[in-house]
T-cell receptor, first 113, second 114 residues
Framework: GDSVTQMEGPVTLSEEAFLTINCTYT??????LFWYVQYPGEGLQLLLK?????DKGSNKGFEATYRKETTSFHLEKGSVQVSDSAVYFC????????????FGTGTRLTIIP | DGGITQSPKYLFRKEGQNVTLSCEQN?????MYWYRQDPGQGLRLIYY???????QKGDIAEGYSVSREKKESFPLTVTSAQKNPTAFYLC?????????????FGAGTRLSVL
């Protein structure tokens, strides 16, 4: 079945450090890929998405590129801030499927001033 | 403001009791979903509905029930058959493939057992 594997956390970085959170996927069709972010006590918010191979999603300084050859969608940010502290989820859905989202287990990110 | 409203924010259940979690959306989305989140785990799909008066079981439907009588509303009942209901419950909705299957989430309901 479809699955998403995320880098295990927690991840702790200093402010202005470079961030990478790894995400790889297994899917039987042609998935759309997403990164969602969850701040403490809140629901999930869409951070960025990519719907086909080689697409780059970007938002708020975060970027991720859909790599079909390596089945990956790694999240990157050049200079993190304390306000980026949250849990990040990688997810996929099959574009012509029933719209179910399959999530990774989440990566908790803490940024230290 | 358009969005998804979940209520209550916190809910307590006694042994043998059924409780209902509310989810309302004013985004005019056809599809709605319920997820369960446990500490250190990803989200697991409980039920989903792609159209009014129709819904399907997700990966962990046992001990839960839903209804979809109106487009705007998708309540989840946690029944006494669910032996481990303590979790954070998230409702989502989606406009479908027109927006690349993006799902929009509510703020969640935290359910605990007394």
């Amino acid at each position: 079945g479809d699955s998403v594997t995320q880098m295990e956390g927690p991840v702790t970085l200093s402010e202005e450090a470079f961030l990478t959170i790894n995400c790889t996927y297994t899917a039987t069709g042609y998935p759309s890929l997403f990164w969602y972010v969850q701040y403490p006590g809140e629901g999930l918010q869409l951070l960025l998405k990519a719907t086909k191979a080689d697409d780059k999603g970007s938002n708020k300084g975060f970027e991720a590129t859909y790599r079909k050859e390596t089945t990956s969608f790694h999240l990157e940010k050049g200079s993190v801030q304390v306000s980026d502290s949250a849990v990040y989820f990688c997810a996929l859905t099959l574009y012509f499927g029933n719209e179910k989202l399959t999530f990774g287990t989440g990566t908790r990110l803490t940024i230290i001033p | 403001d358009g969005g998804i409203t979940q209520s209550p924010k916190y809910l307590f259940r006694k042994e043998g009791q059924n409780v209902t979690l509310s989810c309302e959306q004013n985004l005019n989305h056809d599809a709605m979903y319920w997820y369960r989140q446990d500490p250190g785990q990803g989200l697991r799909l409980i039920y989903y509905s792609q159209i009014v008066n129709d819904f399907q079981k997700g990966d962990i439907a046992e001990g839960y029930s839903v209804s979809r009588e109106k487009k705007e509303s998708f309540p989840l009942t946690v029944t006494s058959a669910q032996k481990n209901p303590t979790a954070f419950y998230l409702c989502a909705s989606s406009p479908g493939t027109s927006e690349g299957n993006i799902q929009y989430f509510g703020a969640g309901t935290r359910l605990s057992v007394l």
